[in-house]
């Protein structure tokens, strides 16, 4: 679960920050903590950011400039701002803070100069707490359901067609060099060097199953034999067959 504004502001590395405003919206989650000194960083935001700056480039700005910078944060999704007040500012600016209360937008001071480097890496720490490992890419649920709706020899025949009707030694070689083309985005040199065999094998392969396939280079046609391929291999698994039957 991502952590509230407010859950980050109790780590230690914020001690001593100071909310201005926004109260209301310190339970708001916090996706990701950014440091930026830009005054068009709004265009760059996704929603849910905290942005952390020195306001350098801020206070040469007007106060007109400073309040729609503030409101082109609010607008934009941010989730607040922290300004360090020692480089930029000593003191926030009147609009600014007038525009951030006017939000009700979270604008929290370092009356101190701290560690931009440690408030980001701590509070990524906690933003990534809990979340585990980052599970591997799976085409199973897409597998799932085509077998479920009893799609799956249909999409197999559409997608590898004439490869499914070779006999057993040439189709397992084919079915293995589109394999590595898909795997490596068509690098010949290294599916030659994956298959252990000479460069110019691979040209002979690929004019095969051009051949009997069309063409190869559009993205969605790739996907759509990348997933034909793991269905191929699935349904074999399962239920043990080495050649996907002919229609009746």
């Known amino acids: 679960m991502l952590p509230t504004l407010s859950e980050l502001l109790t780590l230690p590395a914020f001690a001593g920050a100071e909310v201005l ?47 729609d910078y503030l409101r082109s944060l609010a607008e934009g999704g941010a989730q607040g701002l922290v300004l360090e007040l020692v480089q930029g500012f000593r003191v926030v600016p009147g609009e600014l803070l007038g525009a951030a209360r006017l939000y009700e937008f979270p604008l929290i001071v370092f009356a101190a100069e701290v560690s931009f480097a ?72 290294e599916s030659a060097r994956r298959l252990g065999v000479r460069r110019q094998t691979m040209y002979y ?13 559009d993205p969605k046609r790739q996907l759509g034999l990348h997933l034909a391929l793991e269905l191929s291999r699935s349904e074999a698994a399962e239920v043990g067959f080495s050649r996907v039957p002919d229609k009746a």
């Open 118 to 189: 440690t408030l980001t890496r701590v509070a990524h720490a906690r933003i990534l707490q809990g979340r585990g490992e980052a599970q591997e890419p799976s085409l199973a649920p897409l597998l799932d359901a085509l077998a479920e709706t009893g799609r799956s020899l249909d999409f197999l025949r559409a997608q590898l067609g004439p490869l499914l009707g070779l006999p057993t030694r040439p189709r397992t070689v084919l079915m293995g060099t589109l394999d590595a083309l898909l795997q490596t985005n068509f690098n010949m040199a």
């Open 21 to 67: 405003s926004g109260h209301a919206r310190l339970s708001q989650p916090v996706t990701w903590v950014h440091v930026s000194e830009v005054l068009d960083a709004a265009r760059f935001l996704t929603g849910g950011e905290l942005l952390v700056s020195t306001g350098s480039l801020l206070a040469q700005a007007s106060a007109q400039a400073q309040a």
């Open 205 to 217: 392969r690929i004019e095969q199953l051009r051949a009997m396939l069309g063409d190869l280079n």
